[in-house]
C-alpha cells in the first residue's frame, strides 16, 4: 500500500557552520574533516586514506543534511502534533566529539532551536535505540528542562559511565530481554515520568524527541538485542500514544540499526502508526 506522496515529504535546509556553532565546538566542527578523526567516529580505518573532499561530499554533507532534518522535523511536530525524520538520531556525537558513526549532534540541534525560539519549555528525549544516548545526555547535563528517558542495553558500546549520570531515567535491557517485559517496562516507566513532570511543572512536557533505532532487533550485530519486528512497532505506537493522550507534539528520528530489514520494518511501524490514527500522512 502507498501510503506517502512526494507532496507529504520536505526537504531541509544544510546547517550552515555558524548553525552548527550553536551546539558544537568550532574546533571539533573543523576536526572532522581530517580523515583520520572521521575514520575514528565512523570505526572505519580505511576512511583515513580517504582524501578530505571525498569526506565532505560522500559523507559529511549527506549526515549535515540529516541533522537538517532533524531539525525541521522538530519544527514541524509543533506544527502539526508529529514529524518523522527517516534519519538522524546521531545520539553519541555532543558539543565537542562525536563517535559510534555520530558526528553532528542532531538532538541537541533541534531541542535548542526551539528553546531560542521560545516556542517549547520543557522538552523530554525518550531514547530507545539499543545503545545509550551519552551524546545529548552530556549535553543536557545541567538543563532541568530536557529530561533524558534512555531504554539501552548497558553491556555495549559506549560504556559510558560519567554520562550515564545524566540520565534522568535509565531503563536497562539486554539480549535476554523479552518482547513483552520490554514493553511492560516502557510503557510503566515511561507513563510515570510523564506524570510526574505534569505533577512537578504542569502541564508538563510540550516537545518529545523519540529516538526510536531499531537496533534492539534479534540479529542485530550492535545491539545484542532480540526483540521481534513485531515488538518494535508494538513500542513505537506506546510511544505515539503517550504523547497523543498527554497532548505533547513528538518528532521521531531512527537512528540506529543496521541488518537489510530495518528499512522495511521502519516503513511497518509508520505504516501501523497512520492505521492507528497516530499520524496523518494526508498532511500536506
Known amino acids: ?60 554533507h549527506p549526515l549535515r543534511l540529516q541533522a537538517g532534518g532533524s531539525v525541521l522535523a522538530a519544527n514541524l511536530a509543533l506544527k502539526h502534533g508529529w514529524a518523522i525524520n527517516v534519519g538522524g538520531g546521531f545520539h553519541h556525537a555532543s558539543h565537542s566529539d562525536g563517535g559510534g558513526f555520530c558526528f553532528y549532534a542532531d538532538i541537541t540541534m533541534a531541542i535548542l532551536d526551539l528553546f531560542d525560539k521560545k516556542a517549547i519549555t520543557n522538552a523530554i528525549v525518550v531514547d530507545v ?26 553491556y555495549v558500546y559506549p560504556h559510558d559511565r560519567e554520562a550515564r549520570q545524566f540520565i534522568n531515567k535509565a531503563v536497562h535491557v539486554n539480549g535476554h530481554t523479552t518482547d513483552t517485559s520490554y514493553l511492560s517496562e516502557l510503557r510503566k ?37 532480540k526483540l521481534s519486528p513485531q515488538c518494535i512497532i508494538a513500542r513505537d505506537e506506546i510511544v505515539f500514544k503517550m504523547a497523543r493522550s498527554k497532548g505533547i507534539p513528538i518528532c521521531m528520528l531512527t537512528s540506529g540499526g543496521y541488518q537489510k530489514n530495518n528499512a522495511l520494518i521502519i516503513a511497518q511501524s509508520i505504516e501501523n502508526l497512520h492505521s492507528k490514527k497516530l499520524i496523518d500522512l494526508s498532511i500536506n
Open 1 to 60: 500500500m502507498k501510503l506517502i506522496r512526494s507532496s507529504m515529504l520536505v526537504e531541509p535546509n544544510l546547517p550552515t557552520f555558524e548553525e552548527l556553532s550553536r551546539v558544537h565546538d568550532r574546533k571539533y566542527l573543523k576536526s572532522v574533516r581530517n580523515p583520520l578523526k572521521a575514520a575514528q567516529i565512523v570505526e572505519i580505518p580505511l576512511v583515513g586514506c580517504l582524501p578530505p573532499c571525498i569526506i565532505e561530499t560522500k559523507l559529511l
Open 189 to 225: 516507566q515511561l507513563t510515570k515520568c510523564l506524570a510526574d513532570r505534569e505533577k512537578l511543572t504542569p502541564p508538563g512536557f510540550d516537545f518529545m524527541m523519540f529516538n526510536a533505532g531499531t537496533d534492539s532487533l534479534s540479529g542485530d550485530p550492535l545491539g545484542a538485542m
Open 129 to 154: 535505540d539499543a545503545h545509550q544516548g551519552n551524546g545529548h545526555a552530556r549535553d543536557f547535563a545541567n538543563n532541568p528542562n530536557v529530561f533524558v528517558f534512555d531504554v539501552f542495553n548497558p
